[in-house]
């Protein structure tokens, strides 16, 4: 006796959330721009309007980068700072062939995402290592490696990526609701809003000060404290809020978007432990590079610029260093024009002697 086959339940297709008005405004709307294999005419068309892609970070003076550091094939090449790839591709391409480039990065999220999409793009084992650890754990990851002599060059990008700043998942932007978070790696540390709530007044003046130069500290941490104290702030756009309602009423609008903006970065630099990581990896360099080898560092503040400055200068002055870089380099008009992030990036450089 025959019987009819069991039909399976057909599967619903769930339309895609529509956004309102012409473009997509919200990060997790932007479908194109996030699956930028499928769709690169469109990352293509929001490149050429000066934009950075929803879910990528366009790579800050790649070329002058490449001059400063003046990697060979055969190179042992460090990026303390993967990120996006951008940097870590380019100097893959200098050390090739019988180069290998070590990738540094903290953050567990964005390591995985770039290291499958390089080795899909060519970078092998062979040539292509990373590692997920702070900059600051230089000397660590090089023993790890096995290489025990130093390397040829060192780079590294300072900067926030294009992909934390635009996430508000991330909690690193005013500019859309997400958690008070900041954290490059989730998985370890406190929040943002727990700092917050644990911070003195006269602790977070210093620091507004010192990460941010910002001029309004002492108005800004009393005010700041004192709204944590009354309840917490657990969300970027109740903390943008409380510094805008700290400020003075006849405040300008700029003058006010530029505030907001120091007191996340101070708070950032702050939760992440930017400053001693930074000092750890300058106090590093020396040892971890060979004789004649060169390091490059982007920095995007004056706080970052102060220290690499500093310890260039004092490397130079005790023989650890045979040539640094008088000036900054900056990016060039055409290169702001096409990407506003990169306007106040400065590129400094030093030879080990």
Not at 83 to 100: N, V
Not at 250 to 263: F, K
Not at 283 to 288: E, G, H, M, T, V
């Amino acid at each position: 006796m025959s019987s009819e086959p069991e039909s399976s339940p057909s599967k619903v297709h769930k339309r895609r959330v529509r956004y309102s008005g012409k473009n997509p405004r919200r990060f997790d709307q932007k479908y194109k721009e996030l699956n930028a294999e499928q769709y690169p005419d469109e990352v293509a068309k929001v490149r050429a309007s000066g934009k950075t892609p929803a879910g990528q970070h366009v790579p800050i003076m790649v070329n002058e980068v490449l001059e400063c550091l003046r990697t060979e094939a055969g190179d042992q090449v460090v990026d303390c700072t993967l990120g996006y790839g951008g940097h870590s591709r380019a100097l893959w391409q200098a050390c090739q062939p019988a180069g290998h480039l070590l990738s540094l990065d903290v953050d567990p999220i964005e390591l995985a995402r770039t290291e499958a999409r390089l080795r899909t793009s060519g970078l092998s084992e062979d040539s292509f290592s990373t590692r997920r650890c702070n900059f600051a754990g230089l000397s660590k990851a090089l023993a790890e490696q096995g290489w025990h002599e130093g390397v040829n060059v060192i780079f590294a990008d300072l900067g926030l990526s294009s992909m934390q700043i635009d996430n508000p998942a991330r909690g690193f932007t005013f500019k859309a609701d997400g958690p008070l978070d900041m954290r490059m790696n989730p998985e370890r540390g406190v929040s943002a809003a727990q700092w917050l709530t644990d911070v003195s007044v006269m602790k977070l003046t210093s620091l507004l000060q010192e990460n941010a130069d910002e001029p309004n500290a002492t108005l800004l941490a009393e005010a700041l404290t004192k709204r944590v104290s009354q309840a917490p702030i657990n969300s970027t756009r109740a903390l943008a809020e409380a510094i805008k309602q700290a400020l003075p009423l006849r405040t300008g609008s700029d003058d006010v978007d530029a505030t907001v903006r120091r007191v996340f970065q101070a708070i950032r630099i702050a939760v992440n432990e930017e400053f001693s990581a930074l000092d750890s990896l300058m106090r590093a360099i020396p040892a971890a590079l060979k004789s004649g080898g060169r390091v490059a560092l982007l920095t995007f503040h004056s706080g970052e610029d102060r220290r690499v400055k500093k310890a260039f200068q004092e490397g130079l002055r005790s023989g650890v260093f045979s040539a640094v870089s008088d000036e900054v380099i900056r990016a060039s008009m055409e290169e702001q024009r096409a990407n506003p992030r990169s306007s106040s990036a400065k590129l400094r450089w030093a030879v080990k002697a």
